[in-house]
């Protein structure tokens, strides 16, 4: 699996989370979820447009 593949994997991960504590009621969480997604999604993005720094 690459890097971008583990990447959205772990992303839809994260998604999956902020709905769960968005139901739950835990407006924290999700907030910190959420940015964690946003990084996340970025480096996604970046590791298919093959801007990785990181040596394979």
Do not use: F, I, N, Q
Not at 10 to 30: F, I, K
Not at 31 to 47: F, G, I, K, N
């Amino acid at each position: 699996m690459s890097r971008g593949d583990e990447l959205k994997e772990l992303a839809s991960d994260l998604s999956r989370a902020v709905e769960t504590a968005r139901r739950v009621g835990l407006p924290t969480t999700v907030y910190l979820l959420s940015m964690a997604l946003v990084e996340v999604r970025e480096a996604a993005a970046a590791a298919d447009d093959g801007d990785d720094d990181s040596a394979a």
